[in-house]
């Protein structure tokens, strides 16, 4: 898999922000009501270990298997 860029690791975050926002009123909608003070740090503790994983995970390289066919 390649890595996104920073322009890409930002479009992902735009989308993520509203993603979280909803995802407290899906559950409160289902019956699980978390309050806010608790939610938004945890799932803003969540994003940031998405988003550092992205970044820490190794560019694929052609001993990975992966990357550019017609260089192999």
Same mark, same amino acid.
């Given at each position: 898999?390649?890595?996104?860029?920073?322009?890409?690791?930002?479009?992902?975050? !735009?989308?993520? +922000?509203?993603? @979280?926002?909803?995802?407290?009123?899906?559950?409160?909608?289902? %019956?699980?009501?978390? =309050?806010? *003070?608790?939610?938004?740090?945890?799932?803003?503790?969540?994003? !940031?270990?998405? +988003?550092?994983? @992205?970044?820490?995970?190794?560019?694929?390289?052609?001993?990975? %298997?992966?990357?550019? =066919?017609? *260089?192999?």
């Amino acid at each position: 898999m390649k890595r996104p860029g920073p322009v890409g690791l930002v479009i992902l975050l !735009a989308f993520a +922000v509203p993603a @979280v926002i909803e995802f407290r009123t899906v559950l409160s909608m289902v %019956g699980i009501d978390v =309050p806010a *003070r608790i939610y938004f740090p945890a799932a803003a503790l969540v994003v !940031a270990l998405v +988003v550092g994983g @992205v970044l820490l995970w190794p560019e694929a390289g052609p001993e990975g %298997g992966e990357g550019n =066919p017609s *260089r192999r």
